[in-house]
Structure formats: structure tokens, C-alpha cells
């Protein structure tokens, strides 16, 4: 499952929507999946686009309200009409956040979004056209990417996300 808050232009949605195709995975709000319904999950994918060097409130809550349990398997996306900095990362917030919660973090993916949010809304945004073709693509191949990466043999078959 892949749950995904898409705000301002669709740009994480567009995103989300790749992501989910690859894995065969349903794309929710926040507010349409409850923590039981998580918990059947082997992957889950949590994203947002970026509001003030962080990821959406909405989704932030979410997380901070599912119990820990046993582990699972998740990543984390977003978009942002800037790359995020080295220093803070947007996503580094709510991976910590998932891993007190018993989330295996396997991986984390951002790509550049068309961005209209404050100084930048004067001049009609930048990133305009973003994500585009390649940023997709980018997007379908880490989600593909992702069995491996948890360590999914023949033998374990086939993981529900």
C-alpha cells in the first residue's frame, strides 16, 4: 500500500500512481487506511510532497498514531521543487519516526517537483513541468527495485503491498 498526501499540483501523486502500478499496490489518503489495515501490509510507501522542509503534516500524524508492532518493510518519498539538503533532510524526520514504530526504512526517493510555494509563486513557480518523463521513470524503477532491497527470495514468494 502506498500512502500518499498530494496538496498543491498532483506532483506526488503522479508519482505515488508509478510507484504503485510497479508494485501492484493500492494509493491512499492518510484517512482512508487505519493502523490495522497497515499491519497486513509487508511494504508500505509513505509520501508527500515538501511544506516547509518537511513532509505533510497529515502524513506525519498518521505515522505518529500507528502502534509498534511487529516489523514491517517501508520507504518514504517526496517531492520538492528543491533537492533536499544534506544537512536536513525532509525525509529523515519521518523515517525516525516509522523505525519507532517498527518500520524497516528499506529506502528513501525524492525528485524535483514544479513548486509555486511562497517567493517562488511570484514568478510562477519553479521546477514547471516536473516530475517529468525521466523523474518517473526514476520513480517506477526504485519502486521495481524494492522487493530486492528487502531481501525477497524465490522461496518467500511474492509480498503484499
Known amino acids: 500500500m502506498i500512502v500518499c498526501v498530494s496538496v498543491s499540483h498532483g ?8 510507484m504503485g502500478r510497479a508494485l501492484g499496490a493500492p494509493v491512499v489518503a492518510p484517512e482512508e487506511v487505519d493502523a490495522a489495515e497497515l499491519a ?3 511494504l508500505v510507501g509513505f509520501g508527500s510532497g515538501v511544506y516547509s522542509m518537511a513532509l505533510h503534516p497529515r502524513l506525519r500524524e498518521l505515522a505518529a498514531s500507528l502502534p509498534p508492532g511487529e516489523r514491517r518493510s517501508a520507504f518514504v518519498f517526496a517531492t520538492s521543487g528543491l533537492p533536499e539538503a544534506p544537512f536536513r533532510p525532509f525525509t529523515r524526520p519521518l523515517v525516525r519516526l516509522l523505525e ?9 526517493f525524492s525528485c524535483r ?3 509555486t510555494w ?6 510562477g513557480g519553479i521546477r514547471k513541468g516536473r516530475p517529468d518523463a525521466a523523474d518517473l521513470e526514476a520513480a ?3 519502486a521495481t527495485g524494492l ?5 525477497e ?7 503484499k503491498a
Do not use: E, S
Open 118 to 123: 511562497g517567493l517562488f509563486k511570484p514568478v
Open 153 to 159: 527470495t524465490p522461496a518467500r514468494g511474492p509480498r
Open 11 to 18: 506532483n506526488t501523486r503522479k508519482v505515488a500512481d508509478v
Open 100 to 108: 519507532r514504530r517498527d518500520f524497516d526504512v528499506v529506502d528513501t
Open 40 to 42: 497486513t501490509c509487508d
Open 147 to 151: 522487493p530486492a532491497r528487502m531481501g
Open 113 to 115: 517537483a514544479w513548486d
Open 140 to 142: 517506477r524503477a526504485f
